[in-house]
């Protein structure tokens, strides 16, 4: 398998723009994480799935965030409308049930000017 | 609620030497335990992981790390230190009782090699 799969790599884009962000998860793998990573939080979970539907979305900043999985080979998260703020690296993960270790993929790094 | 603290921002150690990141967890019950290391512009490799038994665990690239209970922690080893070993690294707890595959991360350490 080639892994999490996520796009695009880079991201700029204008205040005010919707942002969507892109992962396709290892086959098989029933829970699907977003995570963003920034200097000054870390590494923070945003939200994550299992078997495609929504378990935990308490980390989503706020309303224009937004998360998606209309299968179980993709995922998307929107940002709208976006802010300078959001400028992270946005990473997704995938895992084969509970008790395993989470993949994760290159990230996607955001930046809104 | 779990919860992760790697009390070292920033370590630096000389190539060759040992080496040792801390990590603190908050957890009710016995935790999933992983370290990742993440190098720069990449994303985040596992190193190895704690479910149950041996609490000495091995990974990858000669690290290891042992899971104490009574001071909750599962701190990350290496007894020599390679120029490579140079990037920054994750603790992480997942919940073994609610089974939902969640991770929390620590906010990580910054590992500098000097040669």
């Known amino acids: 398998d080639a892994g999490v799969i996520q796009s695009p790599r880079h991201e700029v884009t204008e205040m005010g723009q919707e942002v969507t962000l892109r992962c396709k998860p290892i086959?098989?793998?029933?829970?699907l994480f977003w995570y963003r990573q920034t200097m000054m939080r870390g590494l923070e979970l945003l939200i994550y799935f299992n078997n495609n539907v929504p378990i935990d979305d308490s980390g989503m900043p706020e309303d224009r965030f937004s998360a998606k999985m209309p299968n179980a080979s993709f995922s998307t998260l929107k940002i709208q409308p976006s802010e300078p703020r959001d400028s992270a690296v946005y990473f997704c993960a995938s895992s084969l049930g509970t008790a395993t270790e989470a993949f994760f993929g290159q990230g996607t790094r955001l930046t809104v000017v | 609620a779990q919860s992760v603290t790697q009390p070292d921002i920033h370590i630096t150690v000389s190539e060759g030497a040992s080496l040792e990141l801390r990590c603190n967890y908050s957890?009710?019950?016995?935790?999933?335990l992983f370290w990742y290391v993440q190098s720069p512009g990449q994303g985040l490799q596992l190193l190895l992981k704690?479910?149950?038994?041996?609490?000495l665990v091995q990974g990858i690239k000669g690290f290891e790390a042992e899971f104490k209970r009574s001071q909750s922690s599962f701190n990350l080893r290496k007894p020599s230190v390679h120029w490579s070993d140079a990037a920054e690294y994750f603790c992480?707890?997942?919940?073994?009782?609610?089974?939902?595959?969640?991770?929390?991360f620590g906010q990580g350490t910054t590992l500098q090699v000097k040669p």
């Open positions: 086959s098989g793998h029933d829970y």
């Open positions: 957890y009710g019950a016995t935790p999933y």
């Open positions: 704690y479910f149950s038994g041996d609490t």
């Open positions: 992480a707890v997942g919940a073994s009782s609610s089974n939902t595959g969640k991770l929390i």
